[in-house]
């Protein structure tokens, strides 16, 4: 695991952006996947720019969901297709026939989760996995306790998630109470997984996930597990790692030939 600390949001934001554009230009139509919230948005924000300045050629590249809410209706604005398509596929000028992605309306929720994973595999599998980490350690939808095999099921969501999520909506009661997640063990299969973290709130978390024990707990510590995650924070998220100085020390040193 690689940890690389930036002076904040926007810096992280950047960081990633070139990563992905770095990934594109090699692989044109390279499989990104993506997660929603507010801690992505400097990356979506950057990309785009890229696009838009022609620094980068995206018009072949395919975007998949980390999860999605189940029971919103389609076209709900907070449905996490919604968001993508908005935040994502819309401003790197992508159609929707770019885009994988959960149906969180299905009758048969569980035949769903079986059919994204069957969807992930058959398009040749995650190239870059973005991952945000909640205050209590999960990734995705993978909350405290999720078994670290896990494929793309249906979750219950924790009464601290609903409360972090409930800001989208226009009354914590509109929070669903499940979703689908792509599991860890699916997450795990990506082939490089870039996790952003930003703010002192996530501070705890990160450190736990990164210096911590592999342990179920902290869903995100599974990342030690797999052979090339980078984990982008900015400094207060970086407060409380006790190898701070040894990161900044090894990026540093890091040839510029070998990206994140």
Same mark, same amino acid.
């Given at each position: 695991?690689?940890?690389?600390?930036?002076?904040?949001?926007?810096?992280?934001?950047?960081?990633?952006?070139?990563?992905?554009?770095?990934?594109?230009?090699?692989?044109?139509?390279?499989?990104?996947?993506?997660?929603?919230?507010?801690?992505?948005?400097?990356?979506?924000?950057?990309? !785009?720019?890229?696009?838009?300045?022609?620094?980068?050629?995206?018009?072949?590249?395919?975007?998949? /969901?980390?999860?999605?809410?189940?029971?919103?209706?389609?076209?709900?604005?907070?449905?996490?297709? !919604?968001?993508?398509?908005?935040?994502?596929?819309?401003?790197?000028?992508?159609?929707?026939?770019?885009?994988?992605?959960?149906?969180?309306?299905?009758?048969?929720? /569980?035949?769903?989760?079986?059919?994204?994973?069957?969807?992930? !595999?058959?398009? %040749?599998?995650?190239?870059?996995?973005?991952? %945000?980490?909640?205050?209590?350690?999960?990734?995705?939808?993978?909350?405290?306790?999720? !078994?670290?095999?896990?494929?793309?099921?249906?979750?219950?969501?924790? /009464? /601290?998630?609903?409360?972090?999520?409930?800001?989208?909506?226009?009354?914590?009661?509109?929070?669903?109470?499940?979703?689908?997640?792509? %599991?860890?063990?699916?997450?795990?299969?990506?082939?490089?997984?870039?996790?952003?973290?930003?703010?002192? %709130?996530?501070?705890?978390?990160?450190?736990?996930?990164?210096?911590?024990?592999?342990?179920?707990?902290?869903?995100?510590?599974?990342?030690?597990?797999?052979?090339?995650?980078?984990?982008?924070?900015?400094?207060?998220?970086?407060?409380?790692?006790?190898?701070?100085?040894?990161?900044?020390?090894?990026?540093?040193?890091?040839?510029?030939?070998?990206?994140?």
């Amino acid at each position: 695991m690689e940890v690389v600390i930036v002076p904040d949001a926007t810096a992280g934001g950047e960081l990633i952006a070139e990563a992905i554009a770095t990934l594109v230009r090699r692989k044109p139509d390279a499989l990104l996947g993506v997660a929603t919230g507010s801690t992505p948005l400097p990356i979506y924000q950057a990309l !785009s720019a890229k696009v838009r300045a022609g620094e980068v050629d995206a018009s072949r590249a395919r975007i998949c /969901q980390l999860d999605e809410y189940v029971g919103l209706p389609a076209g709900h604005p907070e449905s996490y297709r !919604s968001v993508v398509l908005r935040e994502v596929v819309e401003p790197l000028g992508l159609g929707e026939d770019a885009f994988l992605g959960p149906d969180g309306t299905a009758e048969d929720v /569980q035949a769903a989760c079986e059919a994204y994973d069957s969807a992930l !595999s058959e398009a %040749g599998g995650v190239d870059l996995q973005l991952l %945000g980490i909640g205050t209590d350690g999960h990734i995705g939808f993978n909350e405290p306790c999720s !078994s670290l095999a896990s494929r793309t099921r249906i979750k219950t969501l924790t /009464q /601290q998630t609903r409360e972090d999520n409930a800001r989208f909506f226009d009354s914590p009661d509109e929070v669903p109470h499940h979703v689908i997640t792509q %599991g860890i063990g699916t997450i795990l299969e990506a082939r490089h997984l870039v996790l952003l973290a930003t703010g002192e %709130g996530k501070a705890d978390a990160v450190a736990h996930a990164v210096e911590g024990p592999v342990a179920a707990l902290v869903p995100a510590s599974a990342l030690q597990l797999h052979p090339h995650a980078t984990v982008v924070v900015d400094e207060a998220a970086a407060s409380k790692l006790k190898l701070a100085d040894y990161f900044r020390a090894t990026y540093a040193a890091k040839p510029e030939w070998q990206g994140i």
